[in-house]
């Protein structure tokens, strides 16, 4: 079914709605957030359609589901005026995508009004199917059971006549980790061109569980063993005296970790991604506990006064 679906779409359509199928928005390197809570989003269905707040969350307590909820009220919609107008013009993949940008992009004193307003008109130009998935996708929850793994194949099967196959579009979305963008190439049939590429976070590489160091040894051969310190991860991009951070979860958290960006500078490289863990380090020189680390990855305000109660260390074990 969706191998179908993308395969009649054109190429701007297809850039974001892969990413929707699997209930996200935008690519890690995009940084972008939407920032919708249940608040922002009730109110603008409660503006889109003439129904009171206090109903909604009534419907979402029989429901537990936002998505039927939007699907009901859009359902019960009284269209007034303008929204009467709107209702009759037909919505397109490219007009939730413009939208939704719109409300990611969103920042200062009128943010909230702003994220509200552009939800109200896509709610008000809905039909209760739309407005379901409208509103899962606002807070990134579509409940369709499409994954990275179900979104692989169907790309590789939607454009097999451009020589994609499942091998080659898996290793294409870990060079790139924009299923977007995999899906645009493997219908011009060049995913060999898709490679790495500063500010572009890759996938993280985890490490799996073994039966027994014995074991482990046997399936891989020979093996370079380090510490392991308890620290967050970090995968650093740097090109000249630029440097990017991104998190385990592949979020930029450039801003928080000034300490971090001045030792990525002093890399001799001009261009480089690394990958490593960033360690708070205490007064005795021993390792703090992982929720310090927490505090410095999610600050936002004076962060280099935090920086000097928890300093962070970087130890790295990849290139």
Not at 5 to 30: I, N, Q, R, W
Request: hydrophobic share 45%; glycine share 8%; aromatic share 6%.
């Amino acid at each position: 079914l969706v191998a179908a679906f993308l395969s009649g779409l054109d190429e701007p359509e297809l850039s974001v709605t892969c990413s929707y199928v699997m209930g996200t928005l935008f690519a890690p390197s995009e940084n972008l957030v939407m920032g919708v809570g249940p608040s922002i989003l009730y109110e603008a269905l409660s503006k889109a359609c003439g129904c009171s707040t206090g109903q909604i969350t009534e419907m979402l307590r029989a429901t537990g589901d936002p998505g039927l909820v939007a699907a009901g009220v859009v359902e019960k919609r009284r269209p007034l005026g303008f929204a009467a107008f709107l209702e009759s013009q037909p919505l397109s993949i490219s007009d939730v995508s413009e939208r939704f940008l719109a409300v990611a992009r969103a920042s200062g004193k009128k943010s909230q009004d702003i994220r509200i307003k552009n939800l109200q008109y896509l709610f008000s130009l809905a039909g209760p199917l739309e407005a379901r998935y409208i509103a899962r996708l606002a807070i990134e929850d579509m409940r369709i059971g499409i994954g990275e793994g179900g979104m692989r194949d169907a790309i590789a099967l939607a454009f097999s006549g451009s020589g994609a196959d499942a091998e080659k579009v898996e290793q294409a979305y870990n060079l790139t980790n924009d299923i977007g963008l995999v899906a645009v190439n493997a219908r011009r049939g060049t995913l060999e061109q898709l490679s790495v590429k500063i500010d572009r976070p890759i996938k993280m590489m985890l490490a799996q569980l073994g039966e027994s160091i014995p074991s482990a040894l046997g399936e891989i051969g020979s093996a370079a063993i380090e510490w392991k310190y308890d620290g967050a991860r970090v995968q650093i991009h740097k090109e000249g005296d630029h440097v990017a951070i991104f998190s385990r979860r592949l979020e930029n958290v450039t801003a928080s970790l000034p300490e971090i960006v001045r030792a990525a500078r002093e890399i001799r490289a001009k261009s480089a991604i690394l990958d490593g863990e960033a360690v708070a380090i205490g007064n005795d020189g021993r390792p703090m506990a992982f929720q310090d680390i927490l505090k410095r990855f999610r600050r936002k305000y004076n962060v280099e006064k935090l920086a000097e109660r928890i300093p962070l260390r970087l130890f790295l074990f990849d290139l």
